[in-house]
């Protein structure tokens, strides 16, 4: 065979490769330019507003994909004790974070747990427990993403990527909150809507 032929085989092998990696450089770039200009988002569903024992689903969409993120909890009861929750993640393929599906990695707890955030709260101070007094104010928890992976369940420094709020309240719409003072007998009564 001539050098003329093995020259134009080897240059069509070469164009073949070049085409290939050219459309992935593309992929790549395209994924990229995407992530970075696809604000990060973080929802609470069905509904920012709930009460206490109704679970949600937390998501986070325009994360870089696999990218390492921490998501903190954080509520402050009625005596401004703080109680936070840590747990590190890593987004999927497609850059979304789906507490319903994802594994947590490491922190407060670990594996599948869609609720985690909430109840592996713990004070900063010690021996204090999470009691509500007044049941007619709802806690707030507030929920963060950070970037970065923190070990040990370390608090996450710097600037969120994105926060949003759950409000837990403990009254369903229009129920009453009735005192009972009778004698001895001290109790609430709560009356349900329309009764």
Same mark, same amino acid.
């Given at each position: 065979?001539?050098?003329?032929?093995?020259?134009?085989?080897?240059?069509?092998?070469?164009?073949?490769?070049?085409?290939?990696?050219?459309?992935?450089?593309?992929?790549?770039?395209?994924?990229?330019?995407?992530? #970075?200009?696809?604000?990060? !988002?973080?929802?609470?569903?069905?509904?920012?507003?709930?009460?206490?024992?109704?679970?949600?689903?937390?998501?986070? #969409?325009?994360?870089?994909?696999?990218?390492?993120? %921490?998501?903190?909890? %954080?509520?402050?009861? #009625?005596?401004? %004790?703080?109680?936070?929750?840590?747990?590190?993640?890593?987004?999927? !393929?497609?850059?979304?974070?789906?507490?319903?599906?994802?594994?947590?990695?490491?922190?407060?707890?670990?594996?599948?747990?869609?609720?985690?955030?909430?109840?592996?709260?713990?004070?900063?101070?010690?021996?204090? !427990?999470?009691?509500?007094?007044?049941?007619? %104010?709802?806690?707030?928890?507030?929920?963060?993403?950070?970037?970065?992976?923190?070990?040990?369940?370390?608090?996450?420094?710097?600037?969120?990527?994105?926060?949003?709020?759950?409000?837990?309240?403990?009254?369903?719409?229009?129920?009453?909150?009735?005192?009972? !003072? #009778?004698?001895?007998?001290?109790?609430?009564?709560?009356?349900?809507?329309?009764?």
């Amino acid at each position: 065979m001539p050098f003329s032929s093995y020259l134009r085989s080897g240059f069509a092998a070469g164009k073949l490769g070049a085409l290939h990696f050219h459309r992935a450089w593309r992929r790549l770039l395209s994924s990229a330019v995407a992530s #970075e200009t696809m604000p990060v !988002r973080l929802r609470v569903e069905p509904d920012a507003k709930c009460l206490f024992d109704r679970p949600v689903r937390v998501k986070v #969409e325009g994360l870089s994909p696999l990218q390492p993120v %921490t998501l903190r909890a %954080t509520l402050t009861d #009625e005596r401004s %004790t703080v109680f936070t929750s840590t747990a590190s993640y890593r987004a999927d !393929r497609t850059g979304m974070l789906d507490l319903c599906s994802a594994a947590a990695l490491g922190g407060d707890y670990t594996g599948v747990q869609p609720m985690g955030f909430l109840w592996a709260m713990k004070s900063r101070t010690p021996n204090k !427990r999470l009691m509500k007094r007044d049941v007619t %104010t709802p806690y707030e928890v507030h929920i963060a993403v950070y970037p970065g992976s923190e070990a040990g369940g370390a608090e996450p420094g710097g600037s969120p990527l994105a926060s949003c709020t759950n409000e837990r309240g403990f009254l369903g719409e229009g129920v009453r909150r009735l005192p009972v !003072r #009778e004698g001895r007998i001290r109790a609430t009564l709560f009356l349900p809507a329309g009764e």
